[in-house]
């Protein structure tokens, strides 16, 4: 199984633009998170999909972010415009369902914005 | 906010035993305790979890103190590879999302 997939590793963009990252879950998996992760707020929970159905996005930030999951095999998260303070490591994770014990996260994506 | 305290870094000798203490005072009867690790520039790894008996895998033992207060998370050969954040979580089996707090460095010197 090649585990959780994420695209871009690496994104590198200026104030303004449009950022989108890409999350491939583990098949047969029917729940997917997204955590960011910087230094000073460690690892956060920003939402969640079961059955590609968003359950809770009380951790997303602002109206600049949003996610979709159209589909079991995709999700993005997007966060349009992108401002410095968006810097972070995003994790997408996956597992069977939504509080199984075991989530398994993906390599992250870790964003610049200049 | 997170509900368990850790030491935030700890060092172990490569081969020893390296032995991380969480305190979780607060745990509610039917939250279980789970630990997490993460490498440098990973996703977190699960690790181990437990509700009052102790439990080993192929990874690790938790030791949960009888009152539930504290539990021990037990690396019984430590290799450099264990070198880590590793993070202990309090949770509800069911209806609740791991909030994951500042964990511990575990640092396994050679």
């Known amino acids: 199984d090649a585990g959780v997939i994420q695209s871009p590793r690496h994104e590198v963009t200026e104030m303004g633009q449009e950022v989108t990252l890409r999350c491939k879950p583990i098949?047969?998996?029917?729940?997917l998170f997204w955590y960011r992760q910087t230094m000073m707020r460690g690892l956060e929970l920003l939402i969640y999909?079961?059955?590609?159905?968003?359950?809770?996005d009380s951790g997303m930030p602002e109206d600049r972010f949003s996610a979709k999951m159209p589909n079991a095999s995709f999700s993005t998260l997007k966060i349009q415009p992108s401002e410095p303070r968006d810097s972070a490591v995003y994790f997408c994770?996956?597992?069977?369902?939504?509080?199984?014990?075991?989530?398994?996260f993906g390599p992250g994506t870790r964003l610049t914005v200049t | 906010d997170a509900k368990t305290t850790q030491p935030p870094s700890m060092d172990c000798a490569e081969g020893r035993a390296a032995n991380l203490p969480c305190n979780h005072s607060?745990?509610?009867?039917?939250?279980?305790v789970y630990w997490y690790r993460q490498i440098h520039s990973q996703g977190p790894q699960y690790i181990i979890h437990?509700?009052?008996n102790n439990e080993t895998n192929e990874m690790a033992s938790l030791i949960i103190t009888e009152d539930r207060k504290s539990s021990t998370l037990i690396l019984p050969h430590a290799t450099l590879r264990d070198t880590a954040v590793y993070y202990c979580?309090?949770?509800?089996?069911?209806?609740?999302?791991?909030?994951f707090g500042p964990g511990t460095r575990l640092s396994v010197l050679p």
């Open positions: 994770a996956s597992s069977l369902d939504r509080y199984s014990y075991e989530q398994y």
């Open positions: 098949s047969g998996h029917n729940s």
């Open positions: 999909f079961n059955n590609n159905v968003p359950i809770d």
């Open positions: 607060t745990i509610s009867g039917n939250e279980y």
């Open positions: 437990g509700l009052k």
């Open positions: 979580i309090v949770r509800l089996n069911y209806g609740q999302n791991f909030v």
